[in-house]
């Protein structure tokens, strides 16, 4: 079995299990009403500055067994859309395992995936939102998929093709896209364009946030992940989304002047 070592435990987030636990419980909260979520797009930087955006939109919906979730290429190794269908990921409480079958009727239904563990080895923007899940759900599956630069055209086609597999299942599955927002601008600036990004995310419009985030310069490092997700709930019904919380490292650090924004969404 192909087993992924974890590779920002001890620096994203706590290396020993005990840590992990309590760290992620100090960002979550136990709320008496879940959000029924078919997708949403969830911050992947370091617990210290994203983790309270994270805590807030896991803690707000309802977590099922299993997930699909997107998150950029950052290390740029591997195929545009790489599916990791085998085997379990490695986290300081244990392996968390990969949902072969529900890996393998994505890659039946969509030709842009491509078997590609390649691209997860070093990748840290899916690894971080485990814990998160385990939270709500100490038990789980999920299929990771890293994404590279996809045409808008390719973001829709993959993001239908994941909502059939989706629609066909009989248990609810989670769709979440992992991104951050603006990188290393001034906290004035970082908020406007943010603002830009996250209104076409809260008008349902996927087009539209690919659009804005190309015109104004936007660096959401995970705006093709957060678009596949928003195709892929609109075409399971969707007709709502919210804003859960939305901050800047700014507001951790106090230093104002080269902000990362991070945004939490449903889409309901």
Not at 5 to 11: D, E, F, I
Not at 40 to 50: I, N, R, W
Not at 107 to 135: C, K, N, T
Not at 137 to 165: H, K, M, Q, T
């Amino acid at each position: 079995m192909t087993i992924r070592n974890p590779a920002v435990a001890g620096s994203f987030y706590p290396r020993s299990a005990r840590e992990l636990d309590r760290a992620v419980r100090t960002l979550t909260a136990d709320l008496p009403e879940k959000i029924p979520a078919k997708g949403v797009v969830a911050p992947h930087a370091g617990y210290v500055y994203s983790g309270g955006v994270a805590g807030a939109l896991f803690s707000s919906i309802e977590i099922p067994l299993r997930h699909i979730i997107f998150c950029p290429n950052h290390t740029g190794r591997g195929a545009e859309a790489a599916i990791h269908g085998r085997g379990a990921w490695k986290m300081p409480w244990g392996d968390v395992p990969i949902d072969e079958g529900l890996a393998d009727r994505l890659i039946e239904a969509s030709p842009l995936l491509r078997e590609d563990p390649s691209a997860h080895r070093d990748e840290h923007s899916l690894e971080v939102q485990l814990p998160f899940l385990r939270r709500f759900r100490p038990e789980f599956y999920f299929v990771p998929v890293a994404l590279g630069d996809l045409s808008p055209s390719d973001c829709r086609a993959l993001g239908e093709s994941a909502a059939r597999v989706v629609g066909e299942d009989p248990e609810p599955v989670l769709l979440i896209a992992s991104s951050d927002m603006s990188h290393y601008e001034p906290d004035p600036v970082a908020r406007e364009k943010d603002k830009k990004a996250i209104d076409a995310m809260l008008a349902l419009d996927p087009e539209a946030l690919l659009r804005t985030v190309r015109s104004e310069r936007i660096s959401m490092c995970g705006a093709i992940p957060a678009a596949v997700v928003l195709f892929a709930s609109l075409a399971l019904g969707a007709t709502s989304a919210r804003l859960v919380r939305y901050a800047t490292s700014g507001d951790v650090s106090g230093d104002r002047g080269q902000v990362v924004g991070y945004a939490g969404l449903a889409f309901t």
